[in-house]
């Protein structure tokens, strides 16, 4: 194991908290994207947290994964079914032995409900991000290469370095070894220590944008500066993270981006939702519980605004430097996307109260949710309007799936503990 590099603390009650909330926004992941900010969104989510994303749950997956891929190329399948059979069957054992090991409230478990009827296994959630961190060092191998090697004679003489000259293709990082009895005995959902630090490690290693950007990739993600001094994690937001702790100015730069975009934004998809409880009127259909609670988030983000407005208008007209900061890590925003964004932040900067009720207002969301919906566009289409179930998402600002990756950081520190 490599010499750890981690400052931690020990735990509290702001922990337990913090914990309890992450768990909860597990459930409730923003990926709605109504308004078509998802590129932005995306872009910098890749920036900070290289391979995370919001259908990933626990950090132990890292692992847990891996080993079920290996157990896999030991059994040597003679055929896709078989593969797929056998690959299914230990993940369906890894979903007991999690339910096994862990108390009834835990959450973040794949395949709690389903048990082996889940559709979306582990294994298809966390293939990519295992590249990302370096626990795949075969990180441009996909699952279907990687079950072509286990099927064919060549590949398992590769991966078992029987070719007779010494050649051995890895795959997989030096990862702590599977618990005895994997995968068939009781497993916590926590990290022990060693996993713990292992997990910590890869997370430091990571790059911003990822390891597919190019030369830009040499920054270190704001996921490795954190996972160095994980009790940092400890904040509500990514640009709430002490700036001993963000040592690049690339990422500094970023994060000044990210916070007021967020903010601003975060104006432009609740109206879109209040247009949409507009129109529900409008075609006399059944009060939605969330119109309530949508005014109280509109009052609190105009205040917001009104606070932050010498920032915000100091931001608006350097756009383009956003831009041009997400296009150095390979994220381009479409010209129709940024006239939609200009025409908003303006908007919202000059009187964030009048933004929430103009006609122009109106007619901006209106227009781009039928440029990127056509007929299926809420705001214009009754039939789309009724098949919607009254949710009032994107009620929580974007925060670059911050949530996930604290997550993680989290599952790993408490690791750290035991």
């Given at each position: 194991?490599p010499?750890s590099t981690?400052a931690?603390l020990?735990?509290?009650?702001?922990?337990a908290?913090r914990s309890?909330e992450?768990?909860?926004?597990?459930?409730e992941?923003?990926?709605v994207d109504?308004i078509?900010?998802?590129?932005?969104?995306?872009?910098?989510?890749g920036?900070?947290f290289?391979?995370?994303?919001?259908v990933?749950t626990?950090?132990r997956y890292?692992?847990l994964?891996?080993w079920?891929?290996?157990?896999v190329?030991?059994r040597?399948?003679r055929?896709?079914?078989q593969?797929?059979?056998?690959l299914?069957d230990l993940?369906?054992?890894?979903?007991?032995?999690?339910?096994?090991?862990?108390?009834?409230?835990?959450?973040?478990i794949?395949?709690?409900?389903?048990?082996?009827a889940?559709k979306?296994?582990a294994?298809?959630?966390y293939?990519?991000?295992?590249?990302?961190?370096?626990v795949?060092t075969?990180?441009?191998?996909?699952r279907?290469?990687y079950?072509e090697m286990?099927?064919s004679r060549?590949?398992r003489?590769?991966?078992?370095?029987?070719t007779g000259?010494?050649?051995i293709?890895?795959?997989?990082?030096?990862?702590p070894?599977?618990?005895?009895g994997?995968?068939?005995?009781?497993?916590?959902?926590?990290?022990?220590?060693e996993?713990a630090e292992?997990?910590?490690t890869?997370?430091?290693?990571t790059r911003?944008g990822?390891v597919h950007?190019?030369?830009?990739?040499?920054?270190p993600?704001?996921?490795a500066?954190?996972?160095?001094?994980?009790?940092?994690a400890?904040v509500p937001?990514?640009w709430?993270?002490?700036?001993a702790v963000?040592?690049s100015?690339v990422?500094r730069?970023?994060?000044?981006?990210a916070?007021v975009?967020?903010?601003?934004?975060?104006?432009?998809?609740?109206?879109?939702?209040?247009?949409?409880y507009?129109a529900?009127?409008n075609?006399?259909?059944p009060?939605?519980?969330?119109?309530?609670?949508l005014k109280?988030?509109?009052?609190q983000?105009?205040?917001q605004?009104?606070?932050?407005s010498?920032?915000?208008?100091?931001?608006v007209?350097?756009l383009?430097d956003?831009y041009e900061l997400?296009s150095?890590f390979?994220?381009?925003i479409?010209a129709?996307t940024r006239?939609?964004l200009?025409?908003?932040?303006a908007a919202?900067?000059?009187d964030?109260?009048q933004?929430m009720?103009?006609?122009?207002?109106?007619?901006?969301?209106t227009n781009r949710?039928c440029?990127?919906?056509?007929?299926?566009?809420?705001?214009?289409?009754?039939?789309a309007?009724?098949a919607?179930d009254g949710?009032?998402f994107?009620?929580?600002?974007?925060d670059?799936r911050?949530?996930?990756?604290?997550n993680?950081?989290l599952d790993?520190?408490?690791?750290?503990?035991?």
């Open positions: 194991m010499t981690f931690w020990d735990h509290d009650a702001e922990q908290r309890a992450l768990i909860r926004a597990l459930a992941p923003e990926t109504s078509g900010v998802g590129s932005v969104r995306d872009g910098f989510a920036i900070f290289p391979g995370t994303s919001t990933q626990r950090a890292f692992l994964v891996p079920a891929m290996q157990l190329a030991g040597h399948p055929d896709k079914a593969y797929d059979r056998i299914r993940e369906a054992r890894t979903i007991a032995a999690l339910l096994a090991g862990n108390g009834p409230d835990e959450v973040g794949i395949g709690r409900n389903r048990r082996d889940t979306r296994l294994s298809s959630v293939w990519a991000a295992l590249g990302e961190w370096g795949r075969a990180r441009d191998l996909s279907s290469g079950r286990v099927l060549r590949g003489e590769l991966l078992e370095g029987e000259d010494g050649t293709f890895q795959v997989w990082d030096e990862m070894t599977p618990p005895d994997f995968p068939d005995q009781p497993l916590e959902i926590l990290p022990p220590p996993e292992y997990l910590l890869r997370m430091a290693s911003a990822g950007v190019g030369p830009v990739s040499n920054t993600s704001l996921l500066a954190v996972a160095k001094n994980p009790i940092s400890h937001t990514p709430d993270l002490p700036d963000i040592a100015d990422l730069e970023a994060l000044h981006h916070q975009f967020s903010l601003v934004i975060q104006g432009a998809r609740l109206r879109y939702v209040g247009l949409l507009d529900q009127r075609a006399h259909l009060k939605s519980d969330g119109e309530d609670v109280g988030l509109v009052a983000w105009q205040r605004m009104q606070a932050q010498a920032l915000v208008l100091a931001w007209p350097h383009t956003m997400l150095r390979r994220v381009n479409g129709v006239v939609f200009a025409q908003w932040c919202a900067a000059q964030p109260v933004a009720k103009s006609q122009q207002t109106t007619n901006l969301i949710e440029t990127l919906k056509t007929t299926n566009a809420r705001l214009v289409s009754e039939s309007l009724r919607w949710s009032l994107g009620s929580r600002p974007l670059y911050w949530a996930i990756a604290q993680m950081l790993c520190l408490s690791g750290l503990r035991d």
